[in-house]
Nanobody, 122 residues
Framework: QVALVESGGGVVQAGGSLRLSCVVS????????LAWFRQAPGKEREFVAA????????RHADSVKGRFTISRDTAQNTLFLQMNSLTVEDTAVYYC???????????????WGQGTQVTVSS
């Protein structure tokens, strides 16, 4: 059974940086897309970024372009999200997810982690 475990969340001041990690275990990643989503209280789950495991093609939401970067370490089966220039609007629970198409809808992803809280203070 595939498991995704996020880490790296925490509290940071506005303008600061955090790096999230997601370790994928229990399965072989091939023609998969791995993605980061986030969900703030009272809001819908929002696409942040995605990467195709083979080839490394990436896609970022407009709201994070130039500030966040998704990457992966194929040897360690680990997904990363480097977040710079954080704002209070980035406060949310961040989830990693596994799917097939490089999509932006949560429906495109079938496996999810438990989430990690990111809080940005002003």
């Amino acid at each position: 059974q595939v498991a995704l475990v996020e880490s790296g969340g925490g509290v940071v001041q506005a303008g600061g940086s955090l790096r999230l990690s997601c370790v994928v275990s229990g399965g072989t990643l091939k023609d998969d897309a791995l993605a980061w989503f986030r969900q703030a209280p009272g809001k819908e789950r929002e696409f942040v970024a995605a990467i195709r495991w083979l080839g490394g093609i990436t896609r970022h939401a407009d709201s994070v372009k130039g500030r966040f970067t998704i990457s992966r370490d194929t040897a360690q089966n680990t997904l990363f999200l480097q977040m710079n220039s954080l704002t209070v609007e980035d406060t949310a629970v961040y989830y990693c997810a596994r799917g097939r198409p490089l999509g932006t809808s949560p429906r495109a992803y079938h496996s999810w982690g438990q989430g990690t809280q990111v809080t940005v203070s002003s």
